[in-house]
């Protein structure tokens, strides 16, 4: 069973801070896609990585996929109170059937 | 990127009776997707709908419990059945290719609260 562990799972910060958010996993994915989901939304597409060491940049979010397809990371800069939400990595599992595999979730709080 | 509906998008329902969850996109989509989130939980994917073909369901899950139907390449429904208050979730559809490349994406879920 693939699984991803991701985290931290909850993070407090001030504005202006920065802050990465990782997803490790000992298999290796076809694709590994971010989320972002506010209270009362469903999950909202951040980015879809898919090739090994894949860098992606979104304004202040910087999202990255390991060389050998196993782990990614979210990085944001200068963080505001408008990138409260839960962050939600999913992995499509290599073999081909579209069934993704989600983190546990990292809650972040930004604070004023 | 589709765009996709859900209906309804919060109920409060007694515990013992069902309630039937729709999906709608506007495109054909190929893959439709049902996942479960509890509170404060990430998401748990229930089943694979595939129009013309029965759903398939996950670990956990039974068609007698959540059947769900797929009766063309826009649509799905889920029902969740003789509910208790352990049923209370929040229920999201999302929908994508066959790939396991290939983005999913979600409705704006169906908020429920089993009494």
């Known amino acids: 069973t693939q699984l991803l562990e991701q985290s931290p799972q909850f993070l407090s910060i001030q504005e202006g801070e920065n802050l990465t958010v990782y997803c490790n996993s000992s298999?290796?994915?076809?694709?590994l896609q971010w989320y972002r989901q506010e209270p009362g939304e469903g999950p909202v597409l951040l980015v879809t990585v898919v090739t090994g060491g894949e860098v992606k940049k979104l304004k202040r979010l910087t999202f990255q996929f390991g060389d050998a397809r196993k782990d990614s990371s979210l990085h944001i800069t200068a963080a505001q109170p408008g990138d409260t939400g839960l962050y939600l990595c999913?992995?499509?599992?290599?073999?081909?059937?579209?069934?993704?595999?989600f983190g546990a979730g990292t809650r972040l709080a930004v604070h004023p | 990127s589709a765009v996709i509906s859900q209906k309804p998008s919060r109920d409060i329902c007694q515990r013992g009776t069902s309630l039937t969850i729709q999906c709608q996109v506007d495109s054909q989509v190929t893959m439709m997707f049902w996942y479960r989130q509890q509170p404060g939980q990430s998401l748990t994917l229930i089943a694979t709908?595939?129009?013309?073909?029965?759903?398939?369901?996950e670990s956990g899950f039974v068609i007698d419990k959540f059947p769900i139907s797929r009766p063309n390449l826009t649509f799905s429904t889920l029902t969740v059945s003789n509910m208790s208050p352990e049923d209370s979730s929040i229920y999201l559809c999302?929908?994508?290719?066959?790939?396991?490349?290939?983005?999913?994406?979600f409705g704006p879920g169906t908020r429920l609260l089993v009494l």
């Open positions: 298999s290796v994915f076809s694709s």
């Open positions: 999302s929908v994508g290719g066959t790939g396991s490349w290939e983005t999913q994406y």
């Open positions: 999913a992995g499509g599992p290599s073999g081909g059937y579209n069934k993704l595999i």
């Open positions: 709908a595939n129009q013309g073909s029965e759903a398939t369901y």
